[in-house]
């Protein structure tokens, strides 16, 4: 039996219009009510998404989420941290100077706000998406001792995708890096990601690996579904996402989430077809 699932925000729970379906809310209240725990893993910070856990009821002090890609796993009030690991003012003047040798655009996340050195339609997306405050802010001019929770690539899909096949053997093997988006591209700390965040919070729940079910899209979704029992792609993942899991469900438009949970938690004994 299943006990835990843990969920990826864009592109998996939420649809096109980043919202949770009728059909997606209704079979997580009904996995709550069967005893599972519902988890949302994202790469965006606690407040970020707190709004979503609030419409899913997730808000309480024995609900959790891990946030920045599991560089923060916490209750959903945020007075508990189970983990947190984040990286140094050092590592973002460094992954810096490796963005002007690549020409790509670049930011970072602190606890509270994205802070930049240029003004870029990525990083505005970025404080919007996630109602934090855009700083910028040369970075040589940040303050000593600020804590950055992840640095990012963050340009035009192509551009992403071509310094993915040119990042220094010395920097990936530095940092965790990956894509959790087409225009972004994640650096954290080494020992981060968001399937070291899920089994933190497993460990802490008593809750078995193969106990979990884990589901997403993107790259930085990659380590969650490997480390679960099962591991979920959703139908719009990217080809290596698939690759890696066990199983593909419905897209995103297609409550891939909701059809998850039905399969293998609420009605395991029916046969669904995807």
């Given at each position: 039996?299943?006990?835990?699932?843990a969920i990826d925000m864009d592109g998996t729970l939420l649809n096109s219009e980043k919202k949770i379906s009728p059909a997606?809310?209704?079979?997580?209240?009904?996995?709550?009510?069967?005893?599972?725990?519902?988890?949302?893993?994202?790469?965006?910070?606690?407040?970020?998404?707190?709004?979503?856990?609030?419409?899913?009821?997730?808000?309480?002090?024995?609900?959790?989420?891990?946030?920045?890609?599991?560089?923060?796993?916490?209750?959903?009030?945020?007075?508990?941290?189970?983990?947190?690991?984040?990286l140094t003012l050092e590592d973002y003047k460094y992954i810096y100077s490796l963005s002007k040798k690549m020409n790509v655009?670049?930011?970072?996340?602190?606890?509270?706000?994205v802070i930049s050195p240029k003004d870029t339609i990525f990083t505005r997306h970025e404080a919007e998406m996630n109602h934090?405050?855009?700083?910028?802010?040369?970075?040589?001019?940040?303050?000593?001792?600020?804590?950055?929770?992840?640095?990012?690539?963050?340009?035009?899909?192509?551009?992403?995708?071509?310094?993915?096949?040119?990042?220094?053997?010395?920097?990936?093997?530095?940092?965790?890096?990956?894509?959790?988006?087409?225009?972004?591209?994640?650096?954290?700390?080494?020992?981060?990601?968001?399937?070291?965040?899920?089994?933190?919070?497993?460990?802490?729940?008593?809750?078995?690996?193969?106990?979990?079910?884990?589901?997403?899209?993107?790259?930085?979704?990659?380590?969650?579904?490997?480390?679960?029992?099962?591991?979920?792609?959703?139908?719009?993942?990217?080809?290596?996402?698939?690759?890696?899991?066990?199983?593909?469900?419905?897209?995103?438009?297609?409550?891939?989430?909701?059809?998850?949970?039905?399969?293998?938690?609420?009605?395991?004994?029916?046969?669904?077809?995807?």
């Open positions: 039996m299943y006990k835990l699932i997606n809310f209704n079979a997580i209240q009904q996995a709550k009510d069967n005893g599972v725990k519902v988890v949302l893993a994202s790469g965006r910070p606690l407040i970020g998404f707190k709004r979503y856990l609030e419409e899913l009821n997730l808000v309480s002090e024995d609900n959790y989420a891990v946030a920045f890609n599991g560089a923060l796993v916490q209750n959903s009030e945020g007075n508990e941290i189970i983990s947190k690991t984040t655009n670049i930011h970072a996340l602190t606890e509270d706000s934090i405050p855009n700083n910028i802010i040369a970075v040589d001019d940040v303050p000593a001792g600020t804590t950055i929770v992840k640095v990012m690539f963050v340009d035009k899909p192509e551009v992403i995708e071509d310094v993915m096949g040119k990042i220094p053997e010395e920097v990936s093997d530095k940092y965790t890096v990956v894509r959790s988006a087409p225009f972004y591209l994640e650096f954290l700390h080494k020992s981060v990601n968001k399937g070291v965040g899920v089994a933190a919070l497993a460990k802490k729940l008593s809750i078995k690996q193969e106990e979990v079910i884990c589901i997403g899209d993107a790259g930085n979704d990659i380590h969650m579904i490997k480390y679960a029992g099962l591991g979920v792609a959703m139908g719009n993942a990217y080809p290596e996402v698939k690759r890696a899991a066990n199983f593909i469900t419905k897209t995103n438009d297609q409550d891939g989430v909701a059809f998850i949970i039905n399969k293998f938690i609420l009605h395991p004994q029916e046969d669904f077809a995807v």
